[in-house]
C-alpha cells in the first residue's frame, strides 16, 4: 500500500467539482479497486436524531443492511464508542452483523465533523487478520477529508 499516492488520490476526489454524493462513491470505488483486500467499502451516517445509521454510498455487494441501530453490530458499536474498531476475525465477535459469509475481517473508523460523530467508513475483507495500522492512519486521512464536504 503506498499510502502517499493513496492519499494524493483522495485529495483529487475531495477537490473535483462533483456533488458531495458523487465525490463519496468516487471514494469507494477507488479504495475498493487499489487495495485488493478492501471486499466492500461504504458510508454510514447518522440518520437524523433516530440513534440509527444509515447506509450511503458505497461499492461491494449490495446489503440487506441499510439501517443499524446504535450499539448493534461493529458499526452500532462504534456509533457508540466513537473509536475505531478493527475485528480481525468476524467469527470471534459476538455483536456483530454479518453481510455474507465470505467476509473475514472488519474495520470501521469514525467520521467527525467539528468534534461531532456524524458517521463512519466501514470496509469489509475476505481475508482474516488482514488489517494493520496503515489502514488506520489511510482511512483516519479519509475520514478527515470526507468531514470537509459533509
Ligand atoms: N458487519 C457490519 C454490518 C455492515 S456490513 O459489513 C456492510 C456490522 O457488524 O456492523
Known amino acids: ?30 479504495l475498493e479497486q487499489q487495495i485488493s483486500y478492501y471486499d ?3 458510508f454510514y451516517f447518522n440518520n437524523g436524531n433516530k440513534n440509527e445509521l444509515k447506509l450511503a454510498q458505497y461499492k461491494g455487494e449490495a446489503t440487506e443492511h441499510t439501517i443499524i ?13 466513537k473509536q475505531n474498531f478493527i475485528v480481525q476475525d468476524v467469527t470471534k465477535e459476538r455483536n456483530y452483523i454479518s453481510c455474507g459469509w465470505k467476509v473475514k475481517s472488519e474495520i470501521v473508523i469514525p467520521i467527525f465533523v467539528d468534534g461531532k460523530n456524524i458517521g463512519q467508513i466501514d470496509i469489509d475483507s475476505h481475508t482474516a487478520n488482514v488489517f494493520t495500522q496503515k489502514d488506520e492512519q489511510l482511512l483516519e486521512y479519509v475520514c478527515k477529508k470526507v468531514a470537509t464536504i459533509l
Open 40 to 42: 466492500w467499502v461504504g
Open 69 to 81: 441501530p446504535f450499539g448493534k453490530g461493529i458499526c452500532g458499536q462504534v456509533a457508540i464508542s
Open 1 to 30: 500500500m503506498n499510502i502517499d499516492i493513496l492519499k494524493q488520490k483522495i485529495n483529487t476526489i475531495i477537490i473535483s467539482s462533483n456533488t458531495k454524493e458523487k465525490k463519496l462513491q468516487a471514494i469507494c470505488n477507488y
